[in-house]
């Protein structure tokens, strides 16, 4: 079993759609998660970092369930613009990446 | 603010033959990390550093792999020999002291697309 394991995807929602991405973690005893998003060809930059009360942040919003050992990454009102592939993130230092989910917003 | 510097950005090489990426992290960080990403496995670390220390090295490969970090502002990855299997991005990453979550990231390079015919 991979130590992070997130939604297949793809996924491809018309502009202004409502999206959800999930991950599951293996190990019980992580401290730190985070969603990274990586451009084609280009290196993975964070994108939010999720904190066990949920976090906010314009259109995205991250929630962490310790018990069920999953996060969600909800993005809101989608442009075309956040069409990329999202990596589930698990560990500050020994960063452990789920595969990605790739997300394309069409007009 | 320069980020994460890497050379080459493309490298294209016979097998058998050495190869040397290098890597500068954003002055301040006291973190240093190499990743490989391939389409069949994803980012997977392979090493990384505190204070130029390595701290821990389990997802390098095999004996081929190497990593050293002479100073804070450098480092390379040494593959000898190379083979076609080891083709792949590598990316370094840095990081600052941890002083809360508003330091909590990592910040990549753009990466070195390596081809080993």
């Known amino acids: 079993r991979k130590e992070v394991e997130q939604d297949p995807g793809p996924f491809n929602v018309p502009e202004g759609a409502t999206v959800a991405f999930n991950c599951t973690y293996s190990?019980?005893?992580?401290?730190?998660f985070f969603w990274y998003r990586q451009d084609c060809r280009k290196e993975p930059k964070l994108l939010m970092s999720?904190?066990?009360s949920g976090n906010e942040d314009g259109r995205f919003t991250a929630q962490l369930n310790r018990a069920s050992q999953y996060i969600s990454l909800l993005i809101r009102d989608s442009k075309l613009s956040d069409s990329a592939t999202y990596l589930c993130?698990?560990?500050?230092?020994?960063?452990?990446f789920g595969a990605g989910t790739r997300l394309t917003v069409k007009p | 603010d320069a980020g994460v510097i890497q050379s080459p950005r493309h490298e294209v090489t016979e097998m058998g033959q050495e190869v040397t990426l290098r890597c500068k992290p954003i002055?301040?960080?006291?973190?240093l990390f190499w990743y490989r990403q391939t389409m069949m496995r994803g980012l997977e670390l392979l090493i990384y550093?505190?204070?130029?220390?390595?701290?821990?090295d389990s997802g390098m490969p095999e004996d081929r792999f190497s990593a050293k970090m002479p100073n804070a502002s450098f480092s390379t990855l040494k593959i000898q020999p190379s083979e076609p299997r080891d083709s792949a991005v590598y990316f370094c990453?840095?990081?600052?002291?941890?002083?809360?979550?508003?330091?909590?990231?990592?910040?990549f390079g753009p990466g070195t697309r390596l081809t080993v015919l």
């Open positions: 990453a840095s990081s600052p002291p941890y002083q809360g979550e508003s330091t909590d990231t990592q910040y």
């Open positions: 190990n019980s005893a992580s401290q730190s």
């Open positions: 999720v904190y066990s």
């Open positions: 993130v698990v560990n500050r230092y020994d960063m452990r």
């Open positions: 002055s301040g960080h006291d973190y």
């Open positions: 550093f505190n204070n130029n220390v390595p701290i821990d």
